[in-house]
C-alpha cells in the first residue's frame, strides 16, 4: 500500500530541485527550532518547578548578551532563506531570452494553447524535453492559476492582462496540470496534461499537426478587422507604423514613453484611447467585445513578426481584375 503512495512530486523542470532544497532546508530549521523550543519547555518546567516550602525566587534582571543572541541569530537564519528564497522566485519567473512562447487562455473550464507555429491544443501542451518555454498566459472570464506541480511552477492567470512563468524540462513524459484557483462549478475538471517529448519526436509531431504560423493567423485577422483601413504604413496611414514596433519607445501625446510590449499591444486593441502616440488622434474604435483571446494572441505575434515593408496593401490599392474579353458570336451556319 505505502508502495502506491506519491509522497513527493517529481523533479520534472530545472527548477524543481531548486525549490526542493529550499524547502527541506526550511522544513530542517523550523523542525530543529520546534524540537529545541519543545525539550526545553518541558526540561524547565520540571527542573524548575515548584517543590512545596520552597521560597519564592531572587528577582532576575535578564543577561544583553543572551538576548542579542537569540535576536540576531534568527535575525541571520531568516536572511539567509529571504536570500536564497528571492534568488529562486526571481530566476524562475524571468525567462531565457532563448525560450519558445506559447500563449495560454484559461477559460472555463479549459486550458487553450497556441503554439508559435500554429498548432493548437486544448487542456494537452505538447513541448520539446531540455529546451526553455515560456508561457503567456491571460483569462477569458474569471482568475485561474496555472499549476504544475512536477515542475514546481504556480501562476495567476488573470482576465484583462498577461502574466508569464517559464519552465525547462528534464525528462520526457505526461504531466498532471491543475487549476488552483477555485473558478466556478466546475473547477475540479479544469485540468490537463504537459507532454514532454524528444528534440526529434516533438517537430515530426509540429510538422504533423500544425496548421501555419500564428503570425500568419494574425495577418488574417488584422485583414479580417479590417485594421490594415488605417494602420496602412504610407502617406494615406491614419493610425501609427505597426512594422517593426514590437520592443520598441513609444512616445506618447501625454509626455510619457512606454515600450511596445505584449501588454501596450493589447491594451491598445481593447482600450485605444489609453494611451495616444504623439502626432495621431484618438479615432480607433474599441474591439473589446469583438475580438476574442486567441485573436488578439494572432494579431499581437503578427505584429511581432511584422518588418518593414510587409504590411499588408489596401484593397483599394490592388489593381482592378482584368477586363474580360468580348464574346464573338457563333458563326452564322447557313
Not at 88 to 106: E, H, M
Request: hydrophobic fraction near 40%.
Amino acid at each position: 500500500m505505502f508502495a502506491d503512495i506519491i509522497w513527493f512530486p517529481r523533479d520534472g523542470s530545472t527548477t524543481a530541485h531548486r525549490v526542493d532544497e529550499l524547502l527541506y532546508f526550511l522544513l530542517v530549521v523550523c523542525g530543529a527550532v520546534g524540537l529545541l523550543v519543545a525539550v526545553l519547555v518541558i526540561y524547565f518546567s520540571i527542573r524548575y518547578r515548584r517543590r512545596p516550602g520552597d521560597r519564592p525566587p531572587a528577582a532576575m534582571h535578564g543577561s544583553t548578551p543572551l538576548e542579542l543572541f537569540w535576536t540576531l541569530t534568527p535575525l541571520v537564519i531568516f536572511m539567509f532563506i529571504f536570500v536564497w528564497g528571492a534568488t529562486i522566485y526571481f530566476d524562475a519567473y524571468r525567462a531565457p531570452d532563448d525560450a519558445q512562447v506559447v500563449y495560454v487562455v484559461g477559460k472555463q473550464w479549459m486550458w487553450k494553447f497556441q503554439h508559435p507555429e500554429g498548432q493548437r491544443e486544448i487542456n494537452e501542451l505538447h513541448v520539446p524535453v531540455g529546451r526553455p518555454c515560456k508561457l503567456l498566459l491571460t483569462s477569458e472570464d474569471v482568475i485561474h492559476s496555472f499549476f504544475v506541480p512536477d515542475f514546481r511552477i504556480h501562476m495567476d492567470v488573470l482576465p484583462g492582462r498577461y502574466t508569464s512563468v517559464w519552465f525547462q524540462p528534464t525528462q520526457a513524459g505526461t504531466y498532471h496540470l491543475f487549476c488552483s484557483q477555485y473558478c466556478g462549478t466546475n473547477h475540479s475538471s479544469m485540468i490537463g496534461t504537459i507532454v514532454v517529448m524528444d528534440a526529434a519526436e516533438y517537430q515530426d509531431w509540429l510538422h504533423l499537426h500544425a496548421e501555419g504560423s500564428l503570425a500568419l493567423q494574425g495577418r488574417k485577422t488584422f485583414l479580417k478587422y479590417r485594421c490594415v483601413s488605417c494602420h496602412s504604413a504610407d502617406h494615406d496611414a491614419r493610425a501609427p507604423v505597426l512594422e517593426e514596433l514590437y520592443l520598441q519607445p513609444v512616445r506618447l501625446r501625454d509626455g510619457r514613453t512606454v515600450v511596445a510590449d505584449d501588454d501596450y499591444l493589447r491594451e491598445s486593441i481593447l482600450h485605444p484611447g489609453a494611451k495616444i502616440v504623439v502626432g495621431w488622434e484618438d479615432i480607433m474604435p474599441t474591439y473589446k467585445g469583438q475580438v476574442s483571446e486567441e485573436e488578439i494572441n494572432e494579431l499581437i505575434a503578427f505584429i511581432k513578426a511584422l518588418k518593414k515593408g510587409e504590411t499588408p496593401r489596401r484593397v483599394e490599392q490592388f489593381p482592378p481584375p482584368a477586363g474580360t474579353p468580348p464574346i464573338t458570336p457563333p458563326e452564322d451556319k447557313r
